[in-house]
């Protein structure tokens, strides 16, 4: 009997984030903060919970789910170091080991790690930056113990359809689309009010969508950089594409929309790749830790085959 050596997707998926993963450089970062003295049981490798938390973010994975994954996946124990006969970590494992990185904000230091890396393989430039804004939704259903609806999140109109939830803003690489500024807010603020928020500060020029006009003369914008906001859809439309004025002025608003179209690429990743397309806990600062960590694996995931050396 020939036994098939085919490798399944999350296979091939996981044998590559492995090789791009920064893992020495992370559990560097984190181990000033994970606790070396134990009472009772020894507890797991930090690395071993990182990696675990990794594909919590990549399978869309509960804390208890994870821990039901180590006994039915084997892949998954595989790739988290653990011992295939030894103790596996339980939910509350998983969960304390996610408050730790909530308490010490190292999620953005994840995404700091990431991008520094991404930096010296010259992926990630200056020069410019795209901003956008998507919602994420939030249970909008009041049944749940406290019997009422997050309050930390909001109703937002996007056309003629009410979203409740909460909104993450990002400024990516004009260059590469790879994210280095991540931003969560309730889903009613508006793209323009954190706009400027979203510029790392070396930026010579900035794009947006018409959802960012007037953004240059807010209090808070840089006056040494240059924004190229997208014209409203309605005076666009409008243009007479006889007149060459006009037929400039669309030219023009084509190249500004291809750069900008770079920013939609780690949306898609998070919530295509990685199933992210609902919050899973109460609140904006977990919520946004967790939006943090998955764009920092967005952008390993999008720079996969550069750090490979294999097309992507």
């Avoid at 009997?1 to 450089?25: G, H, N």
């Avoid at 909530?102 to 990630?124: P, S, T």
């Avoid at 840089?222 to 006009?246: C, Q, S, Y």
């Amino acid at each position: 009997m020939i036994l098939s050596t085919r490798k399944t997707r999350k296979c091939e998926f996981l044998e590559q984030m492995e090789l791009v993963v920064p893992w020495k450089a992370l559990v560097e970062m984190i181990t000033p903060f994970y606790p070396e003295g134990h009472t009772g049981r020894p507890p797991f490798s930090l690395e071993a919970m990182l990696r675990t938390h990794f594909m919590q973010q990549w399978f869309t994975l509960s804390d208890l789910a994870m821990e039901e994954a180590f006994f039915d996946t084997p892949i998954y124990r595989e790739f988290a170091q653990l011992d295939a006969f030894g103790r596996l970590p339980d939910e509350s494992t998983i969960l304390r080991f996610r408050h730790r990185l909530e308490k010490h904000k190292l999620a953005e230091q994840i995404l700091a790690v990431v991008n520094e890396l991404l930096v010296q393989k010259g992926l990630l430039l200056k020069a410019g930056t795209a901003v956008d804004a998507t919602i994420i939704a939030a249970p909008s259903s009041t049944k749940n113990k406290d019997k009422k609806r997050d309050p930390e999140m909001h109703s937002s109109k996007k056309g003629n359809q009410w979203h409740f939830g909460m909104k993450a803003h990002i400024g990516v690489d004009s260059e590469s689309g790879l994210v280095h500024t991540v931003r969560g807010t309730a889903a009613h603020v508006s793209d323009v009010t954190e706009g400027n928020s979203l510029l790392h500060g070396q930026e010579e020029e900035e794009y947006g969508d018409a959802g960012y006009q007037g953004i240059e003369n807010r209090p808070d914008a840089k006056k040494e950089v240059l924004w190229h906001i997208a014209m409203r859809p309605g005076k666009r439309a409008a243009l007479d594409l006889e007149n060459k004025r006009d037929a400039l002025t669309e030219k023009i608003e084509k190249a500004k929309a291809g750069i900008r179209a770079k920013v939609e690429h780690p949306f898609r990743v998070i919530k295509r790749q990685f199933g992210f397309i609902k919050v899973r806990y109460r609140g904006l600062k977990k919520n946004t830790a967790q939006l943090v960590t998955l764009f920092a694996l967005s952008n390993l995931w999008m720079a996969r085959g550069k750090l490979l050396g294999i097309g992507a």
